[in-house]
């Protein structure tokens, strides 16, 4: 593969004599990964069920390599019952180290297409708040449609400028993920489309860039809180020089120790002139390791502060739930622990608020909490997303196909399903579909005949 020459000259100053062996790196085949979704399934789980040879990330807990010639991964069902997500491994360290508590309020600022988010989600387990932001609208829904997707409940997701959030959200955040869009160096191998942007933008471009977006994170952090940065590039002035403008803007932020891999590179402070502190920063370095090439910082505003475990707020029931006895028949009938008080009716959606205390009227907002369902007239039609946050045992109704069914397909197809095999012709209603004891959507039951409620967007194609 052709590299720009002032590239090349570049990593050759970087790398040294490495620089050979980062060469011979664009020879090899890329390697591919998976994460498991661990709001659903354990890791020791998913690798009893995994339908193709899969194995160990050794830096990341629930992740794995599989083959470049595994056949569709993300058209398998369990892809579709939200049990893994398909991310490049050096990708999913940044969400993997940043220390993330159940009860924390996290941000991640450049959250698209939500490959970080999920993650997240996952390390909060259901409790806190997790702010999902990126500028990008059209991004944003890939994003809303992942964190659904993974049933994520916690969870408020936006599209704004970071800057426009200060307000709302001074020194709010314990902990903030910053995955801040750069010129991609790290990337060349895996994707030879980003260099084209690399030599139209330069690395200045994506400097500037990163320093607005990092200046707006630090008023939101609290003090005592933790920010991981992270890039997919290996240029020192968007990675060390970034770092070190975020500690002259903030002084009291210092880089923290993070636990490392073998093969992990340290910062390079000689390439900025920098303090030496920045050898707490991690490079990946993809002929030192079997992923794409990574930079990230962990760190810390101030000494960490004591936290607060604030008991958790329930109130009476929302009036205007009341009045909906269908919407009250369905929850009522779920085996699982509901606030009430948090339930809203906002036009015909049905919503679960996210515990967030903050104004947020007028920012763009994809959605906030859980989509329950839609309340159309008297009747109540319960939603995707909600399918998605359910386990198979907090439901009443269940038919759960093994994974070799034939119609596991066809109701991902959208397509009407016959039953009789499985349900009594007296039960009508709604009904969660399962693969293998994983939800996958309703389907409303109208004796031995199921019909169909796949979301028409996330349909088989």
Same mark, same amino acid.
């Given at each position: 593969?052709?590299?720009?020459?002032?590239?090349?000259?570049?990593?050759?100053?970087?790398?040294?004599?490495?620089?050979?062996?980062?060469?011979?790196?664009?020879?090899?085949?890329?390697?591919?990964?998976?994460?498991?979704?661990?709001?659903?399934?354990?890791?020791?789980?998913?690798?009893?069920?995994?339908?193709?040879?899969?194995?160990?990330?050794?830096?990341?807990?629930?992740?794995?390599?599989?083959?470049?010639?595994?056949?569709?991964?993300?058209?398998?069902?369990?892809?579709?019952?939200?049990?893994?997500?398909?991310?490049?491994?050096?990708?999913?360290?940044?969400?993997?180290?940043?220390?993330?508590?159940?009860?924390?309020?996290?941000?991640?600022?450049?959250?698209?297409?939500?490959?970080?988010?999920?993650?997240?989600?996952?390390?909060?387990?259901?409790?806190?708040?997790?702010?999902?932001?990126?500028?990008?609208?059209?991004?944003?829904?890939?994003?809303?449609?992942? !964190?659904?997707?993974? #049933?994520?409940?916690? &969870? /408020?997701?936006?599209?704004?400028? $970071? @800057?426009?959030? %200060?307000?709302?959200?001074?020194?709010?955040?314990?902990?903030?993920?910053?995955?801040?869009?750069?010129?991609?160096?790290?990337?060349?191998?895996?994707?030879?489309?980003?260099?084209?942007?690399?030599?139209?933008?330069?690395?200045?471009?994506?400097?500037?860039?990163?320093?607005?977006?990092?200046?707006?994170?630090?008023?939101?952090?609290?003090?005592?809180?933790?920010?991981?940065?992270?890039?997919?590039?290996?240029?020192?002035?968007?990675?060390?020089?970034?770092?070190?403008?975020?500690?002259?803007?903030?002084?009291?932020?210092?880089?923290?120790?993070?636990?490392?891999?073998?093969?992990?590179?340290?910062?390079?402070?000689?390439?900025?002139?920098?303090?030496?502190?920045?050898?707490?920063?991690?490079?990946?370095?993809?002929?030192? !390791?079997?992923?794409? #090439?990574?930079?990230? &910082? /962990?760190?810390?505003?101030?000494? $960490? @502060?004591?936290? %607060?475990?604030?008991?958790?707020?329930?109130?009476?029931?929302?009036?205007?739930?009341?009045?909906?006895?269908?919407?009250?028949?369905?929850?009522?009938?779920?085996?699982?622990?509901?606030?009430?008080?948090?339930?809203?009716?906002?036009?015909?959606?049905?919503?679960?608020?996210?515990?967030?205390?903050?104004?947020?009227?007028?920012?763009?907002?994809?959605?906030?909490?859980?989509?329950?369902?839609?309340?159309?007239?008297?009747?109540?039609?319960?939603?995707?997303?909600?399918?998605?946050?359910?386990?198979?045992?907090?439901?009443?109704?269940?038919?759960?196909?093994?994974?070799?069914?034939?119609?596991?397909?066809?109701?991902?197809?959208?397509?009407?399903?016959?039953?009789?095999?499985?349900?009594?012709?007296?039960?009508?209603?709604?009904?969660?579909?399962?693969?293998?004891?994983?939800? /996958?959507?309703?389907?409303?039951?109208?004796?031995?005949?199921?019909?169909?409620?796949?979301?028409?967007?996330?349909?088989?194609?």
């Amino acid at each position: 593969m052709a590299l720009p020459e002032l590239f090349e000259e570049k990593m050759k100053q970087l790398l040294g004599e490495e620089y050979a062996l980062y060469r011979e790196s664009f020879f090899q085949k890329r390697v591919y990964g998976l994460r498991v979704n661990t709001l659903k399934v354990s890791p020791e789980e998913f690798e009893k069920i995994c339908p193709f040879p899969i194995r160990p990330i050794p830096w990341i807990e629930n992740g794995y390599y599989y083959n470049g010639d595994v056949d569709k991964p993300a058209k398998h069902p369990y892809y579709f019952a939200g049990l893994y997500y398909l991310q490049e491994p050096s990708a999913m360290t940044p969400a993997n180290l940043l220390p993330i508590e159940p009860g924390d309020k996290v941000l991640d600022v450049c959250a698209a297409p939500g490959g970080k988010s999920t993650e997240l989600a996952a390390k909060l387990k259901g409790h806190g708040l997790l702010v999902s932001n990126d500028i990008s609208n059209s991004r944003a829904k890939a994003l809303l449609k992942n !964190m659904e997707l993974f #049933g994520v409940t916690n &969870a /408020l997701i936006m599209s704004e400028d $970071p @800057q426009k959030l %200060v307000n709302r959200f001074y020194e709010y955040f314990d902990k903030i993920l910053i995955d801040a869009p750069c010129s991609g160096e790290g990337m060349f191998r895996k994707e030879p489309a980003v260099i084209k942007s690399w030599l139209e933008h330069g690395n200045q471009f994506y400097a500037n860039l990163q320093r607005q977006i990092t200046e707006a994170a630090l008023k939101m952090l609290k003090p005592g809180g933790m920010l991981l940065y992270s890039t997919c590039t290996f240029s020192p002035q968007e990675n060390e020089a970034t770092i070190m403008h975020m500690m002259q803007v903030c002084p009291e932020l210092e880089i923290m120790p993070v636990k490392r891999y073998e093969g992990f590179g340290p910062g390079m402070p000689q390439m900025v002139n920098g303090p030496e502190e920045l050898k707490e920063c991690v490079r990946i370095w993809p002929h030192r !390791m079997q992923g794409e #090439g990574h930079f990230l &910082a /962990l760190l810390r505003k101030g000494k $960490p @502060q004591e936290r %607060v475990i604030l008991p958790k707020r329930t109130g009476k029931r929302n009036p205007q739930i009341e009045k909906q006895t269908e919407l009250m028949e369905f929850l009522d009938g779920l085996n699982m622990d509901l606030d009430y008080s948090r339930i809203e009716i906002r036009g015909e959606k049905v919503m679960l608020r996210p515990e967030c205390d903050c104004d947020c009227q007028g920012l763009r907002i994809m959605r906030s909490g859980l989509l329950l369902g839609e309340c159309k007239k008297a009747r109540f039609e319960p939603s995707q997303a909600f399918a998605m946050a359910l386990k198979k045992e907090q439901y009443r109704k269940v038919i759960d196909f093994p994974v070799s069914d034939e119609r596991v397909i066809r109701y991902l197809k959208g397509e009407t399903l016959q039953v009789e095999d499985l349900v009594s012709r007296k039960e009508k209603g709604w009904f969660l579909i399962c693969v293998d004891g994983y939800p /996958l959507g309703f389907a409303k039951g109208n004796g031995a005949m199921l019909k169909n409620k796949y979301l028409a967007g996330w349909r088989w194609q």
